[in-house]
């Protein structure tokens, strides 16, 4: 499974070239002639788009100009709302004559289940093409399956703590370096009746989030234990991450839960809460709040929780798959290569964030690039997502429970033997 998962060493080859930049790559010529505008002269392409994250409709509308100008492609947006729904539909989907041309997914397990299925096509031949052009090379890591590589890299990200500038400025509060500096805050916000935490449960796989985060910050060998069962839920490291987050919800430190894509944007930038623990692809949501990088919002990695813990970070790899039944398959596969050209790449990330995937695209966000310079700097240890990092009926029932426990804190004993007895039982009947 290592080699589904993203390493360390990758994301800081990643971060370097984020931070210096590149020289442009020239793009191989084509072999097909193009008109005197530059436009591909190529047969015209289309292709279905399936995602479940709402700035990718206004993404595809904005690249389509770009696609249409360099390779005669336009993409038709198949949007959903909900997390859930949409895997059902992509899922049920290859079994079907629908099968989606091309579609946001997720990596580790859930790549790998899919991949092992023979639901997706093998891109690895293109990969040489699109690292010629300028895609970073160590981004097929994470893409690639029984040494195949699948889909492109549409983009990649931290999980950090968005923290409102103007709500710490006016509460005398700094960016926390320590554990203890941070319930400090939490304290202080709690005081001055600005709740410190938003939380959201619109979705299954949000209740996965804080369970993560402070494992990873007390014991980041154990995670990579648990998520990979040898180790359990209801082992004494589990317990006292649980007893800690309740006590958190005991504190009044999170907010009741709120719809993410609606609610806690307008929240933050409301100063009715003064922190959120989320994706870097989560800033499209505050500055379509009217909120600026780094004026008005910054971010933090939460410290760590023990000091053995050292520096830790999660990461996450949104890559964009074909579907290997889809009836335009091979059309499909050359959109995606157009995908990850310099203008549609650079597009991309203004819509969705995250590290630059090319060596000649720069992260010019404020907020993103003293993330990126911390992170590199610090020597963390970068973590794949527990959403992706552990089987897919896993993370799925795992998630579930914990909001169970979000809405129940005190039951997280009884959560945590649920999981157990799900997990016992996946990993006896895939020995």
Same mark, same amino acid.
């Given at each position: 499974?290592?080699?589904q ?14 931070a210096?930049g590149?020289?442009?790559n ?9 008109d ?17 994250f709402?700035?990718?409709s ?7 100009p770009?696609?249409q100008?360099t390779d005669?492609?336009t993409l038709?947006?198949v ?28 990596n ?16 690895t ?7 010629t ?28 703590v968005?923290?409102?500038k103007k709500?710490f400025?006016?509460?005398?509060l700094?960016?926390?370096k320590?554990?203890d ?11 001055k009746?600005?709740?410190?935490f ?8 949000q ?8 494992l990873?910050?007390?014991n980041?060998?154990?995670y ?12 004494p490291?589990v ?5 800690l987050?309740?006590s958190m919800?005991?504190?009044?430190y999170?907010?009741?839960p709120l719809?993410m ?5 307008p929240a ?7 922190m ?5 692809w ?9 909120? #600026?990088? /780094? @004026?008005?919002f910054g ?7 023990? %000091?053995?813990a050292?520096? $830790? +970070?999660? =990461? ?21 290569v157009?995908?990850? #050209?310099? /203008? @549609? ?10 590290l %630059?995937?090319?060596?000649? $695209? +720069?992260a =010019? ?7 990126s310079?911390?992170i590199a ?23 579930s ?6 809405l129940?804190?005190?039951a ?20």
């Open positions: 499974m290592k080699k998962l993203w390493s360390a060493t990758s994301l800081i080859v990643l971060l370097s070239l984020a210096v590149c020289g442009s020239q793009a191989n010529e084509s072999a097909e002639s193009a005197s505008n530059g436009a591909s002269a190529t047969k015209a392409i289309k292709a279905k788009f399936y995602f479940d709402p700035g990718l206004k993404y595809v509308t904005d690249v389509n770009i696609l100008q005669n492609v038709e947006s949007p959903f709302t909900d997390t859930t729904s949409y895997q059902t539909a992509v899922r049920v989907g290859f079994t079907t004559q629908e099968a989606p041309d091309l579609f946001k997914w997720w580790g397990f859930k790549l790998k289940e899919i991949a092992d299925s023979g639901n997706l096509a093998d891109m031949e293109q990969w040489k093409e699109m690292v052009d300028g895609v970073v090379p160590s981004l097929a890591d994470p893409l690639t399956v029984n040494g195949k590589v699948y889909g492109i890299p549409a983009a990649a990200h931290y999980w950090t968005f923290y409102n709500v400025a006016d509460n005398g700094q960016v926390p320590t554990w500096d941070l319930m400090m805050i939490c304290d202080t916000l709690k005081a009746g600005v709740t410190p938003g939380t959201s449960i619109k979705d299954s796989w209740g996965f989030i804080w369970f993560e985060d402070l990873v910050h007390s980041p060998d154990f990579d234990k648990l998520v990979l069962g040898q180790a359990k839920y209801t082992d490291e317990v006292d991450v649980m007893k987050w309740k919800y005991d504190k009044g999170f907010s009741k719809v894509d609606k609610e806690v944007a933050f930038a409301k100063g009715q809460i003064g959120y623990l989320v994706g870097t989560f800033e499209s949501f505050l500055t379509g709040a009217g909120m #600026k990088p /780094d @004026a008005d971010s933090f990695v939460l410290p760590a929780i023990k %000091p053995e050292g520096n $830790v +970070v999660i =990461s996450e790899i949104t890559p964009i798959l074909v579907s290997q039944n889809a009836k335009n398959r091979d059309d499909a596969i050359k959109a995606a157009a995908l990850t #050209k310099k /203008d @549609a790449s650079a597009k991309m990330l203004e819509t969705f964030g995250g %630059p995937t090319r060596t000649d $695209v +720069v =010019s966000d404020p907020v993103i690039k003293s993330l310079d911390t700097q610090g020597n963390f240890k970068v973590l794949t997502r527990y959403w992706e990092a552990t089987p897919s009926e896993l993370s799925e029932y795992g998630s429970e914990f909001i169970r426990f979000m129940k804190p005190e997280y004993m009884e959560v945590l033997n649920n999981i157990q007895a799900k997990a016992d039982k996946y990993w006896a009947d895939h020995k």
